[in-house]
């Protein structure tokens, strides 16, 4: 972070309103200058279940927060679905449900920081800094950091109805449609979980990690099972008793 922290707020205000066409490159920018973050990804959920990626400094940053949405797991899932700031000073030690540790599928990141976009109570997206270097990151540049954020959804709220016309911004959406259709499963799934369950989404998803880490199966598989029961009974009659099997038991 840099001295002069506060800043954050003034560089991203000034980024919101000179942006236009260019406002998620521009606040990307504006956050990794301000805080002294090597790399920045902003992600979009229009619908908590469809997430898109609006822009990202690099291609590791793209394959981070990809690498995230596909498995459902790390601090840009955590901070959108809790709208909650979620600081990892060592990535090393990030707990992951499921799948490798995360340190693995971003190297070279040493921290991250990732600030949530909610409106309303209603999680809409989240903006993540990744550290390639050591730098101090205090809870007083989190809240700063934080207020910054609340800025840029400002503009992004007024900006989106031209961003859904198309305005032709760069979006690399391309590495990632399929991993979003991943996302879109699984978090059908843990709607679905949470509905029979009477508990928050972000439960029912949570659920299905632990059943994945459990049974040893990815984290799709246990999502298509539950949305998929009559699926699961062929691979019952031809396979026998499986992880699929009592996933799809126990959310029932």
């Known amino acids: 972070m840099t001295e002069e922290s506060p800043s954050i707020v003034h560089d991203v205000s000034v980024a919101a309103a000179v942006g236009r066409r260019a406002l998620p490159n521009r606040l990307c920018t504006a956050f990794t200058q301000s805080t002294g973050a090597q790399r920045a990804a902003l992600s979009w959920l229009p619908r908590l279940e469809h997430w898109q990626l609006l822009h990202a400094t690099d291609e590791p940053a793209l394959q981070a927060e990809a690498a995230q949405f596909t498995r459902a797991d790390g601090p840009s899932v955590s901070a959108a679905l809790g709208m909650q700031p979620v600081f990892v000073p060592d990535l090393r030690d990030y707990p ?134 009559s699926l699961a009974h062929h691979d019952d009659e031809s396979e026998g008793m499986s992880g699929h099997d009592r996933a799809r038991g126990s959310a029932a």
Not at 110 to 137: F, I, M, N, Q, S
Request: aromatic letters at 6%; charged letters at 25%; proline letters at 7%.
């Open 96 to 229: 992951c449900r499921t799948g490798p540790p995360l340190s693995e599928e971003l190297p070279g990141t040493r921290r991250v920081l990732a600030l949530p976009l909610h409106d309303r109570h209603k999680p809409v997206g989240v903006l993540c800094l990744y550290y390639t270097e050591r730098t101090d990151v205090t809870p007083e540049h989190i809240t700063h950091a934080q207020r910054a954020a609340s800025l840029a959804l400002d503009a992004l709220l007024r900006w989106r109805p031209v961003h859904d016309a198309g305005t032709g911004c760069r979006r690399p959406v391309w590495t990632t449609s399929t991993r979003a259709a991943r996302w879109e499963r699984i978090h059908q799934a843990a709607d679905y979980v949470a509905a029979r369950q009477e508990c928050a989404v972000a439960e029912g998803l949570a659920w299905l990690q632990e059943v994945s880490a459990r049974d040893g199966v990815s984290l799709l598989d246990v999502a298509d099972t539950v949305l998929q029961p």
